[in-house]
């Protein structure tokens, strides 16, 4: 199933009661779910899933959910993901993120003149196998054990690239869930201080908001490029941008 990971839960939860067996089916049947749809705000939803282009290409290309063409976007301009590349992606499920990393890290090997890269992908949620993946599903990455756990299970305990697609439930308050996701960016500095190689690459998502500059700060602190990015994929209507924080400094230690 192609999902827009971050309203599916919240709306489709009441549209999919009591509809269970399209959940176990890789494709969602809109014109039986919209039947099912009960207010103008899930229509409303559906509607545009079913317009979207880039649900139609997740479709076409086996992505799990629309998500892909984010990164696949960012990634294309600023080539954050490499052959042989390691990566930890937090707030993995439904796992199109770590999709594209297991594609573009080579970790499945399918080139065999390349590198073979590692990806390690991890969410409060269960995550469906994914081959080329160690996932790690009902793990909280904002949690010391679980960030103690990734690095276990890093070879060489180091990443080259630490990406965040990680996003809360969303309130409907917008200045509270800016707030709590940017406290989210924040807690996953620790697990960049220790794991991420000199040059590394650290991706997160953010809703804009008044405490922007508070990551935006920390991270110049540890990187030497960090900028803005907002995909054509993610919609204009959203507060939804990336930071991306390339070139990671050699000794983040010391920093506060
Ligand atoms: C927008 S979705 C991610 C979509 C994913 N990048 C993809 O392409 O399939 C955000 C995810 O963040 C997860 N999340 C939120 N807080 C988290 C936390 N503290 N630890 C791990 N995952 C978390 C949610 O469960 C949700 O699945």
Redesign the pocket.
Known sequence: MVRD??LMAAVLSSVLQGAKSLVQHRRLHVTSVLEKAKTGAEHRWLARQNSDPYVKAAHRNNY??R??FKLLEIDEKYKILLPGHHVID????????SQVAVEKVNSLGEDLKASFGFVIG????HISPLEGAVLLSH????DPVTQNKVIGLLPSGKADVILS????NASGIREMDHQRLVS?CISLLDLSDRVLRPGGSFLCKLWDGSESNVIRDKLRQRFQDVRNVKPKASRTDSAETFLLARLHKKNPSSVP
């Open positions: 990971c971050g799990r959910c998500s892909a937090c707030g993995a499920a439904p796992g199109a993120w991890l969410d409060l949620l793990s909280d990455v904002t697609d990680m996003a809360p989210m």
